[in-house]
């Protein structure tokens, strides 16, 4: 079974007392009252990170791709706590100066203050983070609404291929590789955009597991389904570059997770107000579909050509 079925099926009812928990259907839990916020994410070597070669790189993709849930709620981050399970070959001195060195980079970057955690001693490398915000509201997932626009910021598939450079399975030249890598464990999170998203986004979650993966999560409880064009899914220079030189297909790059930006819908009077937003925030938005009537199949097209929907799975914990 897949994660969620697991989640529904052995845990859901044990969370129906507490409506901070949203039946666990959301990416944190939300205690409107004490305006406290919570995020909880485990990485697994192999699963999460190919390996532990470069601990400084894998430690800032961890903390980032674990703050990127309480940003695309519309909280800041605050505080983070870690726990770390590993041997004497994972946390060597050299591997932990590293590891310090980095969370105090990530903590400069985005203001976090490291606030504890735990060590246990096991075969394999494996990090938890939990991450704490206040706030008075959050953007929840499935409030959707008819006929809002779905947007993305950033740009989707760098990390993709980062992670094909660092598996070796494709070759390409070390400056483009080092970008690619880079984009991989060091995503460009849409940081800046928790103080405004509020004021447009109607309902919004970031991409972990994959672009269309995740629009499905968006909206899984309402009766609504979603349309969109993957021309117009943005990307890097950089990966347009790689994709026209090597005569690769777009849609092959643009669902596979690993890019933490924040997906979201908005009504459609909103388009002045997120373009004036993205303009003085510098960053990047893009329109790339809709939401129509659950009486509609969910739809994504190509040079106005539907697609199989099971071509765009994205990434799903089986057990």
Request: aromatic share 12%.
């Amino acid at each position: 079974m897949d994660e969620f079925t697991l989640i529904t099926k052995y845990f859901k009812k044990l969370s129906n007392n507490n409506s901070g928990a949203k039946n666990l259907n959301d990416d944190v839990f939300f205690d409107k009252n004490k305006k406290l916020v919570v995020s909880i994410d485990t990485y697994n070597e192999k699963i999460h990170f190919p390996d532990f070669k470069s601990p400084n790189l894998v430690i800032k993709k961890i903390i980032r791709s674990s703050i990127s849930d309480l940003i695309c709620k519309g909280v800041k981050p605050e505080y983070y706590f870690i726990s770390g399970s590993g041997n004497k070959n994972h946390f060597t001195k050299k591997n932990l100066k590293m590891i310090s060195k980095s969370l105090n980079e990530e903590q400069k970057k985005y203001n976090l203050k490291l606030s504890g955690g735990d060590t246990v001693t096991s075969k394999k490398i494996s990090f938890s983070i939990t991450t704490i915000g206040f706030s008075s509201n959050i953007i929840e997932r499935n409030k959707a609404r008819l006929n809002d626009d779905i947007y993305v910021t950033g740009n989707i598939g760098d990390s993709f291929l980062g992670l094909q450079l660092i598996k070796k399975k494709i070759k390409i030249s070390s400056k483009l590789k080092n970008y690619f890598i880079n984009q991989f464990y060091c995503p460009n999170l849409p940081h800046k955009i928790y103080k405004e998203i509020y004021k447009f986004a109607n309902t919004s979650m970031d991409v972990s597991d994959g672009l269309i993966s995740d629009m499905f999560k968006l909206i899984n409880k309402q009766k609504l389904s979603f349309e969109i064009d993957i021309n117009k899914i943005p990307i890097s220079n950089n990966l347009k570059n790689y994709l026209n030189k090597h005569k690769k297909k777009r849609s092959n790059y643009l669902f596979n997770g690993d890019d933490y930006q924040i997906l979201f819908t908005a009504s459609k009077k909103k388009r002045l107000l997120i373009k004036s937003i993205g303009k003085k925030l510098n960053q990047k938005i893009t329109k790339i579909g809709s939401i129509s009537n659950g009486y509609k199949k969910n739809f994504v097209k190509l040079d106005n050509k539907p697609q199989n929907l099971t071509k765009f799975k994205g990434y799903s914990h089986k057990f």
